[in-house]
Nanobody, 113 residues
Framework: QVQLVESGGGLVQPGGSLRLSCAAS????????MAWHRQAPGKKREYVAQ???????DYADSVKGRFAISRDNNKNTVYLRMNSLKPEDTAVYYC???????WGQGTQVTVSS
């Protein structure tokens, strides 16, 4: 079955960096568009970024220029490099295959001094 396992979250100071990973299995990863979303406490889940099978990328305005999504098809893994982190980036981050209602457990990112 489809599995998505996120990792790499943690506590980081404002201005710091983190790299999240999402290991995928159970579908043809090479041909799939993959996306990252996040959900902050008390807020709805929101879109962060996506990457197509041909590595075209798209970002939410709130993270453009600070975050970078990438993929390694040999490892069936999608990454989210997050730089210049702000307290408002604090959330649980999830990866997802757009159009499919399958979500991993998420990974917590906390940006605080």
């Amino acid at each position: 079955q489809v599995q998505l396992v996120e990792s790499g979250g943690g506590l980081v100071q404002p201005g710091g960096s983190l790299r999240l990973s999402c290991a995928a299995s159970g579908f043809n990863f090479d041909s799939a568009t993959m996306a990252w979303h996040r959900q902050a406490p008390g807020k709805k889940r929101e879109y962060v970024a996506q990457i197509t099978r041909s590595a075209m990328t798209d970002y939410a305005d709130s993270v453009k220029g600070r975050f970078a999504i990438s993929r390694d098809n040999n490892k069936n893994t999608v990454y989210l490099r997050m730089n210049s982190l702000k307290p408002e980036d604090t959330a649980v981050y999830y990866c997802n295959r757009p159009g499919f209602n399958t979500w991993g457990q998420g990974t917590q990112v906390t940006v605080s001094s």
